[in-house]
C-alpha cells in the first residue's frame, strides 16, 4: 500500500502561483508513475498533468505552459507548480500515484483562485 498526502493549497488571486506538494509513504519503491487530478464543483475529476514511467509527462490543455510537475524519488515526493492561476483553476487538487496506472490516492487539498 501507498499514501499519499498532500499540502499548499490555499486562496490565491488570478495571476498568482501557487505550489502544491505531495510525500508518498509505505511501498514507494512500486511507484513509476505520478501525477495531478482535481475536481470542481458540479464537475467530474480530470486528469491535470503525470509524469509517466518513462519520465515523459502529460498535462491536460487548460493548464499546458502554465503548470509543471515534478518528482523526487529520492524523498518520495511530487510537486505541481501552478503559475498564472486563473479562476477557473479552482478545485480540490489530489495527488495520485501507482505501479502502472495512477491508483493510489491522496484526500485532496483546496485551491481557490478569486478573480
Known amino acids: 500500500q501507498v499514501q499519499l498526502v498532500e499540502s499548499g493549497g490555499g486562496l490565491v488571486q488570478a495571476g498568482e502561483s501557487l505550489r502544491l506538494s505531495c510525500t508518498a509513504t509505505g511501498y514507494t519503491w512500486n511507484i513509476n508513475v505520478v501525477g495531478w487530478y482535481r475536481q470542481a464543483p458540479g464537475k467530474e475529476r480530470e486528469l491535470v498533468a503525470r509524469?509517466?514511467?518513462?519520465?515523459?509527462?502529460y498535462y491536460a490543455d487548460s493548464v499546458k505552459g502554465r503548470f509543471t510537475i515534478s518528482r523526487d524519488k529520492v524523498m518520495d515526493t511530487q510537486a505541481l507548480q501552478m503559475n498564472s492561476l486563473k479562476p477557473e483553476d479552482t478545485a480540490v487538487y489530489y495527488c495520485a500515484a501507482g505501479r502502472v496506472v495512477l491508483d493510489y490516492w491522496g484526500k485532496g487539498t483546496q485551491v481557490t483562485v478569486s478573480s
Open positions: 509524469i509517466n514511467y518513462d519520465g515523459t509527462t
